[in-house]
């Protein structure tokens, strides 16, 4: 298997066909076999079925967490790439083809995606926008780094990586914690602008709590004592 896609889902009815169809039409023509790996956290609505019919294979997490649901997705991929996308149409999956041949082209070892250098009017409210400011100015601060979007979830990456990477947080937080574990341990790692679109279905994050959950967390990883967990 050379890619595996990993979408974590929760009550994603509404989109999660269209992203897998995207899905399909996109890499129709990949050189190599791929996989979609959605990770469901007990969705109550028809979100697996749809994904079945679709193609995916399913995987179910009753574990709640952003950041756990992806831990289990990169555990039982079987690609030696992994994308990720979230399920609610935001991200551009179709771009998926032409990052896994930048990744390889270039000798990369990690990607993740910039979202806010292309952002359309109207797709992030001002206080989002304003949190994501915060927050990778923060980054940038306290790791030593100069990237754009501290909070993107759509990476693209070789697996093999993991082995040397330490993702910690179970929530949120993931989101950062892998791009400061890609560039802290010395990975070829780059960021590429992206679309990002409106996104359909119900909003999960929780705007004000989540964002002082990850505020905190870059603190915590930042002075944690060398060997605490």
Partial sequence: MKVSIIIPTMNE??????????????????????EVAVVDTESKDRTVEIAKSKGARVIDEPRRGYGRAYKTGFERAKGEIIATLDADCTYPAEDIPKLVKMLEDENLDFITCDRLSRLEKGVMSAKHRFGNWVLKVTTNILFGMRIKDSQSGMWVFRKKILDKIELTSDGMPLSEEIKIEAWRKGFRAKEVPIAYRMRKGEVKLQSWNDGFKNLKFLFRKRFRKKGAK
């Fill in 13 to 34: 009815e509404e989109s999660i066909g269209e992203v897998m169809d995207t899905i399909s039409d996109s890499l129709r023509e990949f050189e190599g076999d791929y």
